[in-house]
């Protein structure tokens, strides 16, 4: 059974950086493509980021430019850096991932097999 735990949610300022990370245990990292979704209060989950078992990465609109995944399979981590934070970006952060994923859905939450828990980024003054 594959568990997926992310960290390093909190509160920022605008224009601040903040660095997620979603460890996988149970399996192998390198097994799995692996995602970035959000969600605030309301509305569904929203694609964020992927990056492929091969390394290759794609991004959600709102994100592209500011935001950057990678992934270190020695140490079955993921990670989202998030630059130039705007309010806009507040909402729970979910890290998913899937040894199966046809790419033409990855950014359908539904395409994910396995789900962390979810970290709340804040981006207030």
């Known amino acids: 059974q594959v568990q997926l735990v992310e960290s390093g949610g909190g509160l920022v300022q605008p224009g601040e950086s903040l660095t997620l990370s979603c460890t996988i245990s149970?399996?192998?990292?390198?097994?799995?493509?692996m995602g970035w979704f959000r969600q605030v209060p309301g509305k569904e989950r929203e694609f964020v980021a992927h990056?492929?078992?091969?390394?290759?990465?794609y991004y959600g609109d709102a994100v592209k430019g500011r935001f950057t995944i990678s992934r270190d399979n020695t140490k079955n981590t993921g990670y989202l850096q998030m630059n130039s934070l705007t309010p806009e970006d507040t909402a729970v952060y979910y890290c998913?991932?899937?040894?199966?994923?046809?790419?033409?859905?990855?950014?359908?939450?539904?395409?994910?097999?396995?789900w962390g828990q979810g970290t709340q980024v804040t981006v207030s003054s």
């Open positions: 990056i492929r078992r091969g390394g290759y990465k």
């Open positions: 149970g399996h192998t990292s390198s097994r799995y493509d």
């Open positions: 998913a991932a899937d040894a199966n994923l046809i790419i033409t859905t990855l950014r359908l939450a539904s395409a994910y097999k396995n």
